[in-house]
């Protein structure tokens, strides 16, 4: 297996009314995110990786009618979890995550992948916000305050 491109998106679903859908990892339980995912080769642009990653671990459709996919502008820069560090290149310890939001019209039953996800859930922002284990997820859901459909 090649190792982890350290480039990934992070793509907060949510409703116009602020609802938000996070996915608990198969892999770590009691971790809920929203979607996220690596890049799978360098030159992949990361709007493409979010439409990609989107429809892997939801079954979603980023690009259909009524859907808005948003880049929000905003990249962080994180320290690996020490976990997860053995699917990177030696060396590599931090990951370079690009925000977006996809904007549905209503929360629906995603399609979860079983080998990456194991629930659910649409919560409130500020609930949701709560839930999330990585500090970057939370404060992504936070700026949802800040950003309408």
Known sequence: MRPKI??????????????????ERADASGFWQSVTGSKDAEDEPF??????????????????????????????????YPQWLHRYAPGVTHNTERVFGLCIPQPVT??????????????????????????????????LRSRLC
């Open 110 to 143: 995603v399609n979860l992948n079983p080998r990456e996800h194991r629930a659910q859930r649409w919560l409130p922002l500020l609930e949701a916000a709560d839930l999330c284990f990585s500090p970057s997820n939370a404060e992504a859901v936070l700026c």
């Open 47 to 80: 709007e493409a990786t979010a439409v990609r990653e989107v429809w892997e671990e939801t079954g979603l459709d980023a690009r259909a009618p009524g859907h808005v996919l948003t880049d929000w502008a905003l990249e962080n820069v994180y320290e690996i």
């Open 6 to 23: 350290p480039q990934s998106v992070l793509v907060v679903i949510h409703t116009p009314a602020l609802e938000v859908l996070l996915i």
